[in-house]
């Protein structure tokens, strides 16, 4: 892991690195040293690390305490697209343009990013475990949309994973690993979602096999979230992580 840049604001520190051919950032208190929680935080499709929205909560979880990691997913962020990504992703556009329904289309987007996310999270959990300012402690993981249909095969395959925020997704392609989830984890329904039908995002909170889960659905679309579940998911970290 080598880290090209730091700087420290509000109480927080924020250090971007690559791993092999990862980019990713790590935020931390200010001055931290010893083991604490981890949270690995998963963007949305068409996102990258340093999306608004992913800044905002590493920043709000790290001033609690925790580290907080983001890496680019393949073909995201500073990572070079395929050929076969972009087929893919025109395909996935001219489907929405087209009013068909998208979950097929986004599972099967999912499926081609899946190994290699897996994988590159793998790596990348074990390097930053590694660091002084985080330590072997407990592990969580937060993703919606494409977050969350790459964050169920990581967690389904990923003992250190205690605990999960997920959500804003269907079912399609996913059900097999969901049903090896055991960890409690807490789901977000936008009720009004355009991208993902209300019937597929309850099917895959159904197949979670986690006896703690709790559903969390609030009216708007799919990028209407409201900001108080951020404190929402702090505490539910903050129960099971610390």
């Not at 999306?51 to 997913?73: K, L, M, Q």
């Not at 402690?137 to 964050?151: E, I, K, N, Q």
Request: net charge negative; proline share 5%.
């Amino acid at each position: 892991m080598r880290f090209t840049s730091r700087t420290s604001s509000d109480g927080v520190t924020e250090q971007f690195f690559t791993l092999d051919e990862i980019p990713g950032v790590l935020w931390t208190p200010e001055d931290a040293c010893g083991t604490r929680p981890l949270i690995l935080l998963g963007h949305g499709g068409g996102q990258h690390k340093m999306a608004p929205g992913i800044v905002s909560r590493a920043r709000r979880y790290a001033a609690e305490g925790f580290a907080v990691v983001a890496i680019d997913t393949p073909n995201h962020g500073d990572r070079p697209k395929t050929e076969e990504f972009s087929r893919i992703a025109a395909e996935m556009r001219a489907g929405i343009a087209a009013a068909e329904n998208p979950g097929a289309r986004v599972a099967g987007m999912h499926r081609y990013l899946a190994g290699q996310a897996v994988a590159d999270w793998k790596a990348v959990l074990t390097a930053v475990q590694c660091l002084d300012q985080v330590g072997v402690g407990p592990v969580g993981y937060a993703g919606t949309s494409m977050g969350c249909g790459l964050g169920v095969p990581l967690i389904a395959t990923e003992p250190r994973i205690r605990a999960a925020v997920l959500g804003l997704l269907g079912v399609h392609g996913l059900a097999e690993d969901a049903a090896r989830i055991t960890v409690p984890v807490q789901f977000l329904v936008q009720w009004d979602d355009q991208m993902v039908s209300r019937d597929q995002s309850l099917a895959l909170f159904d197949a979670l096999a986690s006896a703690e889960k709790t559903l969390h659905a609030n009216p708007g679309k799919h990028g209407d979230v409201p900001l108080f579940e951020v404190d929402s998911s702090l505490r539910f970290f903050t129960r099971h992580l610390s």
